[in-house]
Structure formats: C-alpha cells, structure tokens
C-alpha cells in the first residue's frame, strides 16, 4: 500500500513541531517532573488547536479526520517530550467511536473533543499484555454492575472525566465507562514509573458500583491494540528524532585532543545507525498509519512492524546518547536520560519489540508460504 500524507496531515505536523518547540523546552519539561498536576493552560490551547477532537466525527463535534491524522501531533510530542494527558485520551476518544453506544457518543465525545480528559485503565498486576486477558470482573445485579479488582499504569487517572476500564462481565472480556465524579482520592494512588514526564497511577476499583448502561456494547480490543501501538510508534519516532539531535548537538560542541569528539568515527558510525532507524522508523510509521486509515482491520502487521522497530531504535539511541555523553550521562542532569526513560516506557507498552516479532512472524511467514 502507497504511502498517503494529506494536506490537513502535513499542516498538523508543521502546526504540532512549532507549537511543541515554543511550548515544551527542556527546562519547561524539567520543571513539570516535580508538578503534582498537569498544565491546564497547554491542555486548553490543544483543544483551541482541535487536536482533541481530530479522531472523533463532525456530527458530534470533532474534525473527523481520522487516527492517522493524530500521529503528526503525537510525532511532535514525543520529540520534544511533551508531557499530557493526550495519548490517554486519544485512546479513550478511539475506543467510544468505535464501541460506544449512540448515547455514550453523544455524551461524551463533544465533551472530549472540547477539553474533557479521558484514559484508559488495562493493565493489571501480572501486566499481561493480552487485552482480553481480564481478571478484573464485574458483577450485575439488576442495573447495576460492581467492580472487583484493580488496574495499574492509569495515566492521568487523578483528573480524568472518563476512565473506560476492561473488565470480564459474564465470562467474556468487557469495557466498562467510569465517571471521574464516581471516583473519589481513595480509589486513585500514584505510582513511581520510570519516566517521570508520565502521571501514573493504581487504579483501586473494589466494590464501586456503576450502572450497566455505562457497558460499551462493543470492545474492540483488536481496534483498541492497533490504534494504541500506532501512536506509541510515533512517540517513539518522534523521541528518537530528538534524541538524534541532542546527540549531534553534543558531538559538535564537545572537544576531546582539540578534535570535536563527533570527529571520531566510534562515534560517527553508530551516530549514522540512528539515522538510518530513524528513516527506517518514519517510513513505518506513516505506512502503518495510512493502513488504519484505509483498511484498519487488516493493520496489524504494518503497525507491529512499526511499534517493534522504533521500540528497538530509540532505546538503542538513548542507550548511545547517555554512552556518549561520558560519566555526565549516567547522571539525571543529562538530558539523555529524559529520552532512555521515555523509550524504555514507551518499549514496554502493549508488548516489547522481542513479543511483537513473535507475533509477526506467522503474520508475515504464513502469508509468504
């Protein structure tokens, strides 16, 4: 399948580099790593920008673009690491568009496509990366469903308007919608995770009780799967642009023998690596991406392929950034350590690059017998 990059794409993409740059600077995402909340003004300007609203439908209030038309915005958020609630939501956003019912749409996402923060909350303790392998469970009784269990690794989940939650309600794997007001400070505890531009917390759901009609009809979880590891893809597409040029600043400032230490060709030669990932990680990427846009259902191995790729580059350029950067980079004020973090979080989302190769390969294999 061709590559496509519309025209409202590349003004997304062009639009999100300048605003990231002016807004996200590294002192900037510095200072929000002791923040106890997110930054309101930059969430506002972002739906001002309607990029809360470019995967939901033009009848309830959204741009309707598409997924693949928030890949550019989250590109750009990953190369300047900026940190918000965005990815969350977009998956939330996605999740209602695509298993919802009609009333669930209407009440949600005009609200979502305005301001409204929504996350998803899937992991569990033993972080199996199977979305349909659920040990959560909800119980009805009339109209009303109660929730056992817990769920790690909800972010944003303290100032969140929607946390659509898996569940297994009568044997098979479910998703549930929560209200932010149905929740209260005990349900919600913060955890430490290794990168510390993500708010992240245990979500404690014993014994709340919602009504069944906030059930989506539908799951979706192949969909959910998909969509999640295409915007992963292009954080890390995006972190692994930015990591490239903090090493390139580097080895073009750095003396060593009264050489620029990038002189050096140890250090040229993986520097050159990077690159080609880079280009190597784009080009999947958008290829990925404008496979959800066509024909979503046949996605999967173009966006395993993408996720797994860029998994694998930009942990090995931050690994490279922090080695270059001497006894400085294995110290936090080196701002290499931002991107590893990022990439090692990023790298264990929804499967690392080692479960999705094995994955793929009967996708690709079997298809080529």
């Not at 909340?37 to 506002?44: E, T, V």
């Not at 009809?217 to 292009?234: D, K, V, Y």
């Not at 959800?292 to 173009?302: G, L, N, R, S």
């Not at 860029?310 to 931002?338: M, P, V």
Request: glycine share 8%.
């Amino acid at each position: 399948m061709t590559i496509s990059f519309s025209d409202e794409q590349a003004m997304l993409l062009d639009t999100a580099k300048d605003f990231c740059q002016k807004r996200s600077s590294m002192e900037t995402v510095r200072e929000s790593l002791d923040s106890s909340g997110i930054n309101r003004g930059l969430w506002d300007e972002m739906a001002e920008l309607g990029w809360l609203g470019i995967n939901v439908p033009e009848s309830f209030g959204g741009l309707g673009l598409g997924i693949d038309s928030v890949v550019p915005v989250v590109e750009s958020m990953g190369r300047y690491l900026m940190g918000s609630p965005y990815f969350g939501s977009m998956l939330a956003t996605e999740i209602l568009v695509n298993a919802g019912s009609e009333a669930q749409k209407a009440a949600w996402l005009p609200r979502l496509a305005s301001g409204a923060i929504g996350t998803m909350a899937l992991t569990e303790e033993d972080g199996s990366w199977l979305l349909d392998e659920v040990h959560m469970s909800a119980v009805r009784k009339n109209s009303v469903l109660t929730l056992e269990g817990a769920k790690h690794f909800v972010t944003d989940a303290d100032v969140a308007d929607v946390v659509i939650v898996s569940v297994t309600l009568d044997g098979a794997a479910s998703l549930v919608l929560i209200d932010g007001a149905q929740l209260d400070g005990s349900n919600i505890i913060r955890e430490e995770v290794i990168d510390q531009t993500r708010r992240s917390f245990q979500l404690m759901l014993e014994g709340v009780e919602i009504p069944d009609n906030q059930l989506l009809p539908g799951n979706a979880f192949g969909h959910l799967e998909r969509t999640a590891m295409l915007l992963l893809a292009a954080e890390m597409t995006g972190g692994l642009s930015g990591t490239l040029s903090l090493i390139v600043e580097y080895l073009n400032t750095r003396k060593a023998f009264d050489r620029y230490i990038g002189s050096y060709q140890s250090l040229k030669h993986p520097t050159s690596d990077i690159l080609l990932s880079l280009e190597a990680a784009r080009s999947h990427l958008y290829h990925a991406a404008t496979t959800m846009a066509v024909a979503p259902e046949q996605a999967e191995a173009d966006v395993l392929i993408a996720k797994s790729q860029s998994s694998e580059a930009y942990a090995y350029a931050g690994d490279r950034a922090i080695q270059f950067h001497g006894g400085f980079g294995f110290t936090f004020d080196c701002d290499a350590q931002l991107y590893l973090r990022r990439a090692l979080w990023c790298q264990n989302q929804f499967g690392d690059d080692a479960y999705l190769r094995q994955r793929l390969e009967p996708l690709l294999l079997d298809k080529a017998i």
